[in-house]
Nanobody
Framework: QVQLVESGGGLVQAGGSLRLSCAAS????????MAWFRQAPGKEREIVAA????????YYSDSVKGRFTISRDNAKNTVLLQMNSLKPEDTAVYYC????????????????WGQGTQVTVSS
């Protein structure tokens, strides 16, 4: 059974930091792009950051560029999202996802999803 399990969410004050972790089990995703998405109440899910299978390419949405860093460890089958300088507008449920492609920012290519972890940033 393939599983993606996120951890590291929580409540933090504006300007603070959190590190999200995603652990995959059931299969390896070392040849797949991985990404973090988020969905705030009343809004559509959006891609936040993505990383290619070999970490050679990364993508960040404009809203998080310069503040968030995505990384992966294929040996441990994990993906991290370091979030710094958090803002109240970063409040959302954050999802880890794995693509069927080695490089992708197309949400439709992400077929494996975690259950999500809540991030709440207070002002």
């Amino acid at each position: 059974q393939v599983q993606l399990v996120e951890s590291g969410g929580g409540l933090v004050q504006a300007g603070g930091s959190l590190r999200l972790s995603c652990a995959a089990s059931g299969r390896t995703f070392s040849r797949n792009a991985m990404a973090w998405f988020r969905q705030a109440p009343g809004k559509e899910r959006e891609i936040v950051a993505a990383i290619s299978w070999n970490s050679a390419s990364t993508y960040y949405s404009d809203s998080v560029k310069g503040r968030f860093t995505i990384s992966r460890d294929n040996a441990k089958n994990t993906v991290l999202l370091q979030m710094n300088s958090l803002k109240p507008e970063d409040t959302a449920v954050y999802y880890c996802a794995a693509s069927v492609a080695p490089v992708s920012v197309d949400g439709d290519s992400y077929k494996y999803w975690g259950q999500g972890t809540q991030v709440t940033v207070s002002s």
